[in-house]
């Protein structure tokens, strides 16, 4: 089946918005995952979007996980500024991640509402579960990274399925590299969001993973839009944002349950 056909497949299945969305991630991915099974989820995911199914009870699971400055309701007591708003959806990525719960995957600008300066958060049923693997490996990824933990990042790396136990010490290297790139500045105290940046790294990623005759987990689409919405509303922001800071919020609230 060629790349064109696999992906008309997956946009057949797809809730409509998500037709602006796919075309984000990297060609590449179709070459790498299971695509029956990955338009099937796409199918489930339509049919939770369309009739907003199991999004009150997964509100009320994640509430309390929320940054202060984000709520569900009118109650929002912070006001705050472009960057702090950025910074929040930040810590919101992070800890829907963290959580292990299921993951609201629409973080567009459309659906927040900031009224000044205070966020209220209208989740939709764009919603999934990552298998427990991919997820803790996301976890293991993001907290060897932000704490500069090479061991912990490789293993992450292994568990989400891009580098695996057979691969050169060479071979991990080059992907350890590639993601390093994605991420841009090691420090991460001042990065400005821009989508070309994140279709480039993710494409590179992907390109390689190809040449290299592996497979990817289908969960990649799921991370990929959830991705995706999270970059359109930071570029949209257009701030630089401490996103070492964001992860630390996130990782100690977890730390301190």
Excluded at 20 to 28: C, F, G, M, N
Excluded at 178 to 191: A, N, P, Y
Excluded at 228 to 241: A, D, G, Q
Aim: hydrophobic content about 40%.
């Amino acid at each position: 089946m060629q790349n064109s056909e696999k992906k008309s497949k997956i946009l057949e299945a797809a809730p409509a918005f998500l037709k602006d969305i796919l075309p984000y991630i990297s060609p590449r991915v179709f070459d790498l995952m299971d695509i029956p099974i990955v338009a099937l989820n796409m199918g489930k995911l339509s049919y939770q979007y369309v009739f907003s199914k199991g999004v009150k009870s997964l509100s009320k699971r994640l509430e309390p996980l929320l940054p202060k400055t984000i709520c569900f309701d009118e109650n929002a007591k912070e006001v705050i500024t472009k960057e702090e708003q950025g910074e929040a959806i930040l810590e919101l990525y992070f800890s829907q991640i963290l959580s292990k719960e299921q993951v609201f995957l629409d973080l567009r600008p459309s659906r927040f509402q900031v009224e000044r300066g205070k966020i209220k958060w209208v989740p939709n049923g764009l919603y999934c579960h990552f298998k427990n693997d991919f997820q803790q490996g996301l976890i293991d990824l993001y907290t060897g990274f932000y704490h500069d933990d090479d061991v912990l990042y490789e293993k992450g790396l292994q568990a989400i399925g891009l580098i695996q136990e057979t691969d050169s010490k060479d071979q991990r290297d080059q992907i350890k590299s590639i993601f390093k790139e994605h991420f841009g500045d090691h420090d991460q105290t001042s990065v400005k969001f821009e989508m070309k940046h994140f279709v480039d790294s993710f494409h590179q990623i992907f390109d390689h993973i190809f040449t290299e005759k592996k497979k990817l987990s289908d969960d990649f689409v799921y991370l990929g839009i959830y991705l995706v919405t999270l970059y359109l509303h930071l570029e949209k922001i257009n701030r630089p944002l401490d996103v070492r800071a964001s992860f630390e919020r996130a990782f100690q609230k977890f730390n301190a349950m």
